[in-house]
């Protein structure tokens, strides 16, 4: 029996339930939350800074293959700008040629299919134009499907990469090392890295000229090879770069040059011996006067001149690093940060924080100059690996057991 609130007479005098009608789902509603649910799904992630990068990074691509592209504009026979038609040909030529053979036959067929239907009319050339579209659209489709399946492999580089970065936290023979990185690209050339030896740890910064994959695949081999070097040779800061420098400059083809410092800390001293291949100066922090010294030594970067030649240029240091001192290694990627001004954000700014906060914990010194770059560049994208690290040498715990009293007979 039902209820006399839910029952409701019509015209035919047919007995419907409004129970019922409560029972059915609201399919505006529905479709209002799937609405929803796509939007969140193709919004996620997406701020106004962030649409504002994306369209300077895909407009500056654009411009670049444009004027790759088109090359001299100027007709050398005329002496005036060449015309519409030839521009776009360009374009085109330039654009087929980054597909294989077979695309490139499809895109060609498809463009002159569209064409052809706004000059010719008849059934052949109505049953054309989808034709061409469908192709044009497959090819769109094949062009994503490479890209997704390249961006999982430079994800996985970048993981690799990543993973062969040290701890951005350490502390080996009592010295405290706090390390940052941060690649412009999905992978980078910056290289830092911390290696423990039963002589002391040597601690290696260095930036490969270019960015990219290119740049990071040259990091992993560099890295490897002084790896290698340290392990067989135990050498100097100074050896260990002339070592490198024969590698890299036995590839007579090979273009790429490399700025480094690397630095020794022995064990039981309060000394590292350090030397700078074209790298940006360290920043060392002294405690007992509260004030920073740039530790600038001469040397070219690896890769740029015969090894012979470079070891008369090179010059090893050895520096005192007291408890209350610190050292700032980094890459050029922090001093030329920039803001949407296009100022850069300098080595004043950098020896500044040094000077302020030189005294802190390594940790506390990292997190300080990441929130000043940050704060500095606001929303606008990074066109250079950003690597730093900060030492400290902890101090020496004095015993404090209490001394036995001597026995006097």
């Known amino acids: 029996m039902q209820h006399a609130d839910c029952i409701e007479s019509t015209p035919n005098n ?23 649910s796509l939007y969140r799904t193709y919004t996620t992630g997406m701020s106004r800074a962030q649409f504002e990068r994306d369209f300077q990074t895909d407009s500056k691509r654009l411009k670049a293959l444009y004027r790759e592209a088109l090359g001299d504009v100027i007709n050398p026979e005329t002496g005036q700008e060449i015309g519409f038609f030839e521009k776009s040909g360009r374009l085109t030529s330039a654009l087929t ?43 769109l489709l094949l062009e994503l499907l490479e890209k997704f399946d390249v961006k999982e492999e430079i994800d996985l580089a970048k993981d690799i990469q990543i993973s062969l970065l040290p701890s951005p936290a350490l502390t080996i023979n009592g010295l405290k090392i706090n390390s940052f990185a941060n690649t412009a690209s999905d992978v980078g050339g910056d290289y830092v890295d911390v290696i423990e030896t039963e002589a002391g740890v040597y601690y290696i910064i260095a930036d490969v000229s270019g960015k990219g ?96 030649r470079l070891e008369n240029f ?44 030189g005294s802190l914990e390594p940790s506390t010194i990292v997190g300080k100059i990441q929130s000043s770059v940050e704060n500095f560049i606001g929303d606008m994208p990074t066109v250079d690996d950003i690597t730093y690290s900060c030492i400290k040498r902890n101090p020496v715990k004095k015993s404090t057991a209490p001394q036995e009293a001597e026995i006097v007979e």
């Open 97 to 139: 040629k980054r597909m294989n053979p077979t695309r490139r036959l499809v895109f060609g067929a498809s463009i002159a299919g569209f064409a052809s239907t706004f000059v010719f009319s008849g059934l052949f050339f109505t049953v054309l134009l989808p034709l061409s579209f469908t192709a044009m659209a497959t090819l």
């Open 213 to 308: 994959l290119s740049a990071s695949l040259y990091m992993v081999r560099f890295q490897a090879l002084v790896h290698l070097l340290i392990r067989k040779l135990n050498p100097s800061p100074k050896q260990l770069f002339l070592e490198l420098n024969d590698y890299i400059k036995s590839y007579r083809t090979d273009k790429t040059f490399i700025t480094a410092c690397a630095a020794f800390f022995p064990k039981d001293k309060n000394t590292f011996t350090y030397v700078r291949a074209g790298h940006n100066p360290p920043v060392l922090y002294h405690g007992d006067t509260d004030s920073t010294e740039l530790l600038q030594t001469p040397g070219f970067a690896l890769g740029m001149t015969r090894t012979n």
């Open 14 to 36: 047919s007995v419907i339930s409004a129970c019922d009608f409560m029972s059915l789902p609201n399919e505006s509603k529905s479709a209002l939350s799937q609405t929803k």
């Open 314 to 357: 090179l010059q090893e240091s050895e520096i005192e690093l007291k408890p209350e001192d610190s050292v700032l290694f980094y890459t050029d990627g922090v001093n030329e940060a920039r803001n949407l001004s296009g100022e850069e954000f300098g080595l004043e700014r950098l020896r500044a924080l040094m000077d302020i906060y």
